[in-house]
Nanobody, 125 residues
Framework: QVQLTEFGGDLVQTGGSLRLTCAAP????????MAWFRQISGKECEFVAA????????SYSNSVKGRFTISRDNAKKMVTLQMNSLKPEDTAVYYC??????????????????WGQGTQVTVST
């Protein structure tokens, strides 16, 4: 069974930073687009960022562009999300997701093959 495991979620003050990491040891990591989504309770899953498996091209939602950075280490099979200048509206459960060899439409959650269990990020005012 494929498992993606996220860690790094925490409580942080407005303006602070957090670094989320996702480990994916059970997949051919260097053939998967990796992405981060987030979900506020009762709302739809929202795309945050994605990174291409080979070119490392990145895509971001407008709400996080310039504040968040996604990166990956194919040798370690890990993807990270560096979150800076955090705002209360960034509060959500953050999920790591993997999509086999696809780069188009990365912002649509239903195109992903595997998901992590989520990690809570809370930004206090």
């Amino acid at each position: 069974q494929v498992q993606l495991t996220e860690f790094g979620g925490d409580l942080v003050q407005t303006g602070g930073s957090l670094r989320l990491t996702c480990a994916a040891p059970g997949i051919s990591f260097d053939t998967y687009t990796m992405a981060w989504f987030r979900q506020i309770s009762g709302k739809e899953c929202e795309f945050v960022a994605a990174i291409n498996w080979a070119t490392f091209e990145q895509s971001y939602s407008n709400s996080v562009k310039g504040r968040f950075t996604i990166s990956r280490d194919n040798a370690k099979k890990m993807v990270t999300l560096q979150m800076n200048s955090l705002k209360p509206e960034d509060t959500a459960v953050y999920y790591c997701a993997a999509q086999k060899s696809q780069w188009g439409d990365v912002e649509y959650w239903n195109g992903y093959d595997f998901w992590g269990q989520g990690t809570q990020v809370t930004v206090s005012t």
